[in-house]
Every structure is written in structure tokens, then in C-alpha cells.
């Protein structure tokens, strides 16, 4: 349960605030993403990292921006969201072995409530 | 654009019986079909996974079945207990593409 992890679990966020989400993970995995879990809709992919370079921006607003310093550590930047952002956001982590799609190991998710 | 259909969204079933869960994808190059299980409040995690040259597999109580023609794939869950409570979800992704589309999930009740 440690492989992956998350910090904060819970964030309270005022519309014009600024604040970053974080995940690190233990698993010597070389893509990291970020997902976004709305009650009762799928899973939403929102930014792919492969060997620190973004590969997938699924559309998402510029209100968040994806930062990836190393293959260990992913962060998710807000600023100005809107209430319907309020999401569980989680992170994962995959070893892309070139022999095709791998398991995607989750972190806990960071359940997030914009005011 | 690609997309996956999961049915139903909620299952209830009788603990000791079997449960079923479709799922119908678009993309034709998907190659990779994982499952996972999220408890309440807790994280989504791997249950099982089939790739397709395979047409079905099985770990335990659990096996997944994949007809690539119709582009149709399953979970079954045999014995359900009530530890098998939880939300699962389907997802299909494919070699070379780091974007895997998830279902939409569906909530399994096992009644004691």
C-alpha cells in the first residue's frame, strides 16, 4: 500500500487559491498520471508522463497544470478552480517494458472540495 | 471518440451466488484489458487482467472472458462472499498508448 503515495488525503479550497497536489512513487515505474473520480462517472484521465515527458493532456483546462520533475515524483498545480472540480483526484504509476500496456498501480487519492 | 461501456452499474446478488459484469469497448487496436476493485475509500487495484491473444483466464473465484470479434469482455465472480463488495471497473488500453479509458464502474452488493 505504500508503492504509491499522496499528499494532502484531503484539501479545502477557496476558488482563488493556489495550492499542489503531490504523489511520489517506490516502484521504479517510468510513467506516472494523473486521473480525476467524479461521483457515478469513469475515471477521467487528465495528464500522462512517460520518462518525465508529457505524452497525453486529455483536454484538460489550464487551471491545472501538471508538473513532473523526475520519474519518481508527479505534481497536479491549482489555481482558480471552479466547485465542479471537486473531485477525488488519484495517481498512478506504470513500467512501460515496450512489451505492451502494464498494470497501473493507485495511489489513495486526494479528495479535494473547491468552495 | 474510444470509449467503454460498463453494465450494470449496480449488481446485488445473494452471498454464495455469481456475479457478471460486461463491458463493451470501441477502440479496435485495445489489446489490454485489466480490471480493477475499489473498496470504499480506498484506492482502485488490479483483480485481474487478460491480454488479447488469450480468450479467457482465471485466478480463483475470478476469471475474465474476452471475444475480440464482438469487442466484448467480462468479470465473473463465482462463491461471492461479502468481501466481494466493492465498485469494479473495466478499462481497455493498447500497446504503445499510455491512455487507458475506464468504464464507468459498477457497484456490487453481496448480500450476507
Known amino acids: 500500500e505504500t508503492g504509491v503515495t499522496q499528499t494532502p488525503r484531503h484539501l479545502v479550497m477557496g476558488m482563488t487559491n493556489k495550492k499542489s497536489l503531490k504523489c511520489e512513487q517506490h516502484?521504479?515505474?517510468?510513467?506516472m498520471y494523473w486521473y480525476k473520480q467524479s461521483a457515478k462517472k469513469p475515471l477521467e484521465l487528465m495528464f500522462v508522463y512517460n520518462f518525465k515527458e508529457q505524452t497525453e493532456n486529455n483536454s484538460v483546462p489550464s487551471r491545472f497544470s501538471p508538473e513532473c520533475p523526475n520519474s519518481s515524483h508527479l505534481f497536479l498545480h491549482l489555481h482558480t478552480l471552479q466547485p465542479e472540480d471537486s473531485a477525488l483526484y488519484l495517481c498512478a504509476s506504470s513500467q512501460d517494458s515496450g512489451q505492451g500496456s502494464e498494470t497501473q498501480y493507485f495511489g489513495p487519492g486526494t479528495r479535494l472540495l473547491v468552495l | 471518440g474510444e470509449n467503454v461501456e460498463q453494465h450494470p452499474s449496480t449488481l446485488s446478488v445473494q452471498e454464495g451466488d455469481s456475479a457478471v459484469i460486461k463491458c463493451t469497448y470501441s477502440d479496435s487496436a485495445s489489446n489490454y484489458f485489466p480490471w480493477y476493485k475499489q473498496e470504499l475509500g480506498k484506492r482502485p487495484q488490479l483483480i485481474i487482467d487478460?491480454?488479447?491473444?488469450?480468450g479467457e483466464k482465471k485466478d480463483q473465484r475470478i476469471a475474465v472472458t474476452l471475444n475480440k470479434t464482438a469487442k466484448h469482455f467480462s468479470l465473473h465472480i463465482t462463491e461471492t462472499q461479502p468481501e466481494d463488495s466493492a465498485v469494479y471497473f473495466c478499462a481497455a488500453s493498447h500497446t504503445g498508448g499510455f491512455k487507458t479509458i475506464f468504464g464507468a464502474g459498477t457497484r456490487l452488493f453481496v448480500k450476507a
Open positions: 487478460i491480454r488479447s491473444n488469450v
Open positions: 516502484l521504479g515505474h517510468n510513467a
